[in-house]
């Protein structure tokens, strides 16, 4: 828990200082919801203009992130003294910019930073297969009378996925 800890603090200070559009999915948000305790990596999804990028990959090299290759797909990155990781994505996507657009702030130890809702993180599940079905329904359970279920459906409908997403809502009534 400790390099999560060192490491997200400096991000998410450059992060907000520099007013980009990010959103952390995965183990954190999950983390933020109530579901799970467990932080053992950190995604991020973030709208990057050239310039941005640029500063962006500057600010992780120097706070000792290395990674394979640059935007090629999701950044794996490793930081070099730790080997925490840290997954990258720019959003480009109509989902991935809703999800910067519905983002919820959190503060962890004193950080402040934006993670992804319940009804992304679910969306993110279902579409990327990123989490065991029984985490999406603990999620689900727990939020159910907060959902935006409008939003939820159309956008199942639209990223191909409402089968998957009816299967689990059912599932989860159960």
Known sequence: MEGFNGLLRPLC???NENELFYVFSGELALKMLGIGDRVGSLELLVNLTDDERGR?????ENEGFGWESRWKGPMELKHRATGFPVTVRLAGSKAELSALGRRQPATFE??????ACAEDLLLEGLRARSFPEETLLRVYRK???FLDLEYLIVSSREQGIYP????????ADR
């Not at 998957?164 to 599932?171: E, H, N, P, T, V």
């Open 110 to 115: 004193f950080t402040s930073f934006f993670h």
């Open 56 to 60: 962006f990959l500057n600010f992780l």
């Open 164 to 171: 998957q997403f009816i299967k689990l809502k059912m599932k």
């Open 13 to 15: 200070k450059f992060l």
């Open 143 to 145: 939020w159910r009378n």
